[in-house]
């Protein structure tokens, strides 16, 4: 494929959904481009405000966080399977507000249908699903011990 209709492709592919620079790069990967064109593409999307991590990572976190109810272990071991600086990570990820977080994971647990009798097996599970979900253990147990349920 040649450099032009290659960068065109990827115009629509930036264009469609926010990208990270490792989603670019594998993509250009299964467009068997040179190593030069598949760097010029990449710069210039980078320049023309196509690729940014920072925006990315936003974009990521917010739909995370709010549609899939993901908690911030999940998120950002996601974030970083996908080549996105652990500072801008950080740095997104500090900004969560800590009181809605908190209150997010309080009704996941109460909507979590879970069909057990006993009471330390449904709270093992309770447990289970929210540490898998990317909550911290320490924020699990709080709630689950804490009678918020």
């Not at 494929?1 to 065109?8: F, G, H, I, V, Y």
């Amino acid at each position: 494929m040649d450099k032009e209709t290659a960068l065109k492709k990827m115009i629509h592919y930036c264009d469609y959904q926010d990208r990270c620079k490792k989603e670019i790069f594998t993509k250009l990967n299964t467009l068997e481009l040179a190593d030069d064109d598949r760097d010029f593409i990449i710069e210039f999307l980078k320049d023309e405000g196509f690729i940014n991590d920072e925006r990315y990572c936003r974009s990521f976190v917010k739909g995370k966080l709010n549609l899939k109810k993901w908690g911030v272990n999940k998120i950002k071991l996601s974030l970083i399977a996908k080549g996105v600086d652990r500072e801008i990570i950080d740095e997104v990820l500090s900004e969560i507000d800590q009181d809605s977080y908190k209150e997010e994971l309080v009704n996941l647990l109460k909507n979590k249908k879970i069909n057990e009798s006993d009471p330390y097996k449904r709270k093992a599970k309770l447990i289970r699903y929210a540490v898998g979900k990317g909550y911290s253990l320490s924020m699990v147990m709080e709630i689950v011990n804490g009678n918020e349920l």
